[in-house]
C-alpha cells in the first residue's frame, strides 16, 4: 500500500518537474525576444528596480502558498542571472548593451 503511494507521487513529482520545465523555457523563448528589444534600443541587460519588485511580489506568492520566500528567492535569482546572461550575449551579437 505505501509503495503504492510513493509510487503514485514519485509520478506526480515527475510530471510537475516537466511542467517547471516546459515553464521555464517558455520564459526563456520570451526573455529572449526581451533581450532582443534591449539589445536594439541600447537599453541595459539588466533592470535592478524590476528585479527588485519581482522579488517582492514573489516572497509574497511564496509565502501564500506556504513556500519559503528565501527559496524563491534563490530560484528566481538563478533565473534571472541566466537571463542577464544571454540578454548580454545578444547584446554582442546587436552591439553594446550595459550591464
Known sequence: MNT????????RIDELDEQ??????ERFEITKTVGELKAKTGL????PKREKE????LHEI???EGMD???????FRLIVDEVIRH???TADEHGDLEA
Open 62 to 64: 511564496a509565502r501564500r
Open 69 to 75: 520566500p528565501v527559496f524563491g528567492e534563490k530560484v
Open 87 to 89: 540578454h548580454l550575449q
Open 44 to 47: 541595459p541587460a539588466a533592470d
Open 54 to 57: 519581482q522579488i517582492a511580489r
Open 20 to 25: 517547471l520545465i516546459c515553464l521555464l523555457a
Open 4 to 11: 503504492d503511494i510513493l509510487r503514485e507521487q514519485r509520478v
